[in-house]
């Protein structure tokens, strides 16, 4: 199984700033990474696909990059509704796994 | 718009059986891979089970012999049936579509989650 890992497990970040998450497979993934945003009581929402493709309707603050094993989330000119808890998710080899998730709150 | 409906969920005792039902609007399941996913109370996303358009089904270690995925094309709706529920099985479940992915080297195979159900709750407790 590929363990998928976050970094930092919470960033504080004032709105209008930006936020770095990153993210590490214990192999390589090829490009087959996605980021996803969850708020609380809801379900997650598909940000990034292919590690840097924006998903339909993914406002472009939003920016994914890295392949293999070290992958990058990027939210420029941070927003209100963007404090969230974000998961990478490795899809190149069942079982499909999640990292532990990197929660961005206020600071 | 595409949307998905999870019901289902509820109170179960430990060893009691469940299943849950996602009904689909605006896809067709049988043309596209269908997966669920959980989340107990307070965690991380833990994939399930996932259903292939041509009928293979694959299941997490954690589940594998307890839970079965199906599907009705008939009703576009999605099944996990889990039997044999244990207290680490209580979290929030959801279904999915997994997209398709493509690379340089044309079709790569099931991708990412693109669309979500809202979740139903299942709690494993006496």
């Known amino acids: 199984e590929i363990v998928m890992t976050q970094s930092p497990a919470t960033l504080s970040v004032s709105p209008g700033e930006r936020a770095t998450l990153s993210c590490r497979a214990s192999?390589?993934?090829?490009?087959?990474l996605a980021w996803y945003q969850q708020k609380p009581g809801q379900a997650p929402r598909l940000l990034i696909y292919g590690a840097s493709t924006r998903a339909t309707g993914i406002p472009a603050r939003f920016s994914g990059s890295g392949s293999g094993t070290e992958f990058t989330l990027t939210i420029s000119n941070l927003q209100s509704e963007d404090f969230a808890i974000y998961y990478c998710?490795?899809?190149?080899?069942?079982?499909?796994?999640f990292g532990p998730g990197t929660k961005v709150d206020v600071k | 718009e595409v949307q998905l409906v999870e019901s289902g969920g509820g109170l179960v005792q430990p060893g009691g059986s469940l299943r849950l039902s996602c009904a689909a609007s605006g896809i067709t399941f049988s043309t596209n891979y269908m997966s669920w996913v959980r989340q107990a109370p307070g965690k991380g996303l833990e994939w399930v089970s996932v259903?292939?358009?041509?009928?293979?089904?694959y299941y997490a270690d954690s589940v594998k012999g307890r839970f079965t995925i199906s599907r009705d094309n008939s009703k576009n709706t999605l099944y996990l049936q889990m039997n044999s529920l244990r207290a680490e099985d209580t979290a929030v479940y959801y279904c999915?579509?997994?997209?398709?992915?493509?690379?340089?080297?044309?079709?790569?195979?099931?991708?990412?989650?693109?669309?979500w159900g809202q979740g139903t709750m299942v709690t494993v407790s006496s």
């Open positions: 999915a579509r997994v997209a398709d992915y493509y690379d340089s080297s044309g079709y790569g195979g099931p991708g990412a989650f693109d669309i």
């Open positions: 192999q390589s993934v090829s490009a087959n």
């Open positions: 998710h490795q899809y190149n080899k069942w079982p499909f796994t």
């Open positions: 259903l292939y358009s041509g009928g293979s089904t």
